[in-house]
């Protein structure tokens, strides 16, 4: 009999579309080690709350995987702080789910905070193992923060919770395990190293010059910038540092891909969007929403450089995405960005928030054609370690040290 496991991804759908507000890294992290664990043969129940009546029940992924959306409270999209209210009603219908269809589960992997409540609950109902992945913590995000984004206090103390009782923490690197044993006092031998995956059937390398073509893109230096408009992403300092090497005469543009229609009138969006004009960048910048991810290929290969200049991330996913496409990127040296970007390898790390070291680095890169085909290359061979195969055997070890059936499967596993 496969291996049957409860994923929970409470406040998100791992199938919505990126770059909104609540969606992004952790949407695709969900969907595609699903995917990937159903063709290794392991059973995944992916749970999620309801946010649209007149979308199915129940969604394949693929083979062995599917996404299963259950009615806790309003079925509408909310302020993440307001699910937490409603995770007693999503713990019953997972257990009813589970009585109804008779299914045994042998292990949940919860995902970000909110699920990892309702794993603990749910493990402790179903008698087996918890295993967490945060994705993001709430003390580095306040501690990053520039502008008002503060997380509550609520979350802080379930984090705090979870790092003591979950039976198994992921984390996405060596960084963010010494900030779950130093910020949470977490169990250092509780914490597995597991990266982020890619898909390098879909992001690989290209011409830029099709890219371009593809896109309707003009010529001259393009610079990319996908993810969340919000102020922990630190978009102001990118564009400040765009009007900077306008003002020197390198005539750069700006590709933001991302963001959400309501942030867009009223919030942050509307404040970046904003700066844009302040600082003269109207025509230099074209923010182009949030894009499907089939389609986010063309403008990795497109840029000439790939720009993340967060204040604060656990990972980097759009770092390892880009240079699969052979983009090099530039990045802050913060979280897990430290290890994802291989300074000087695969792209350069900068002090966040650092507006002038930001802009220099990202003209040395664009007048060194060479120098960027270098990145580009190694940036490729880097990634291609981090295929989602890679990721689910490593995943699916940890699943072994919390459940022995689950062994057979990194046997069946296949890393090429």
Request: charged fraction near 25%; aromatic fraction near 6%; glycine fraction near 10%.
């Amino acid at each position: 009999m496969s291996l049957r496991v409860a994923v929970l991804s409470v406040h998100t759908c791992p199938l919505a579309a990126l770059g909104g507000k609540q969606t992004g890294g952790m949407n695709v992290y969900v969907r595609e080690l699903g995917r990937e664990l159903g063709r290794m043969d392991v059973a995944v129940d992916v749970f999620t709350r309801s946010q649209d009546p007149s979308i199915p029940r129940v969604v394949p992924l693929g083979p062995g995987a599917r996404v299963v959306h259950l009615r806790a409270g309003p079925e509408a999209p909310m302020e993440r702080e307001r699910v937490f209210e409603h995770l007693d009603e999503f713990v019953d219908r997972v257990d009813g789910w589970r009585l109804t269809h008779g299914v045994e589960y042998d292990l949940v992997h919860a995902h970000y905070w909110l699920s990892g409540v309702a794993g603990l609950e749910l493990g402790r109902r179903f008698g087996v193992p918890v295993m967490q992945m945060f994705h993001t913590l709430a003390r580095l995000k306040n501690g990053a923060t520039r502008r008002p984004e503060v997380e509550p206090p609520l979350r802080v103390a379930e984090e705090t919770r979870l790092a003591q009782d979950v039976d198994r923490i992921v984390a996405a690197s060596e960084v963010e395990r010494a900030q779950l044993v130093n910020e949470y006092g977490a169990p250092f031998s509780r914490i597995a190293v597991v990266p982020c995956g890619v898909d390098t059937d879909l992001f690989r390398p290209g011409r830029p010059v099709d890219a371009r073509r593809e896109l309707g893109l003009p010529g001259g230096p393009i610079l990319l910038y996908v993810g969340r408009i919000a102020p922990i992403k630190g978009l102001e300092t990118l564009l400040e540092a765009v009007a900077r090497l306008r003002s020197r005469g390198r005539g750069v543009r700006l590709l933001v891909v991302g963001g959400d229609a309501d942030e867009a009138v009223d919030g942050h969006e509307a404040y970046v969007r904003g700066l844009t004009c302040r600082l003269h960048l109207c025509d230099a910048v074209s923010f182009l929403g949030p894009q499907p991810q089939a389609d986010l290929r063309a403008y990795y290969v497109a840029a000439d450089v790939t720009v993340m200049p967060s204040y604060y991330e656990s990972f980097g996913m759009v770092a390892l995405e880009a240079m699969a496409c052979g983009s090099p990127v530039i990045a802050s040296r913060v979280g897990g960005l430290a290890t994802t970007v291989r300074n000087g390898v695969t792209g350069f790390l900068v002090p966040e928030g650092d507006v002038a070291a930001l802009a220099d680095r990202i003209d040395a890169v664009l007048a060194d054609p060479a120098r960027r085909a270098r990145l580009g290359a190694e940036g490729v061979r880097w990634s291609a370690q981090h295929r989602w195969p890679c990721i689910a055997r490593a995943v699916c070890r940890e699943y072994a040290a919390l459940q022995p059936r689950a062994r057979r499967h990194v046997a069946f596993a296949r890393c090429h």
